[in-house]
């Protein structure tokens, strides 16, 4: 089953300094290591429309597609099919089960600066671990920014 999460965090920064260390290659890989040591993304232009791959260090993960992304405001991803050895595969039972899941990263405006909010479908088996790791990884990345 495909449970849909919310997560927000509080971040004293300007929308363009949050936008660049979540999206910047060096600063994902160092939030995102929160989830894997070594996790990164790979993308030929981060644009509506593109592919991207979410990866570790043995090229496996997932592919996304970006189904909107206005800069300093929403990143929102499609996931579509994993990948092995760099390679998209073709969806399989398992795969189909969570395909066309989404991961949607928001800023909005508050008072003392924005609020970083990020929904996202997570599998049952996935869950418990994500909602104890997702809030770190926001941790980390207001801690970067600044």
Not at 36 to 43: D, R, T
Request: charged residues 30%; glycine residues 6%; proline residues 3%.
């Amino acid at each position: 089953m495909i449970n849909r999460l919310q997560f927000s965090i509080e971040i004293d920064a300007e929308k363009a300094e949050i936008w660049e260390t979540l999206w910047n290659e060096d600063a994902y890989r160092n939030w995102a290591s929160v989830f894997y040591e070594g996790s990164y993304a790979v993308s030929d232009d981060w644009k509506e429309g593109s592919q991207v791959q979410f990866l570790i260090p043995d090229k496996s993960g997932i592919y996304s597609r970006i189904e909107k992304h206005i800069p300093n405001e929403i990143m929102h991803f499609k996931h579509i099919g994993s990948v092995v050895d760099g390679q998209p595969q073709a969806l399989d039972d398992e795969t189909k089960k969570w395909s066309g899941t989404t991961e949607v990263y928001t800023l909005t405006e508050t008072e003392n600066g924005h609020k970083l909010t990020v929904d996202i479908d997570i599998l049952d088996e996935h869950l418990e671990y994500m909602t104890k790791t997702f809030p770190k990884a926001l941790e980390r990345i207001k801690t970067n920014c600044g």
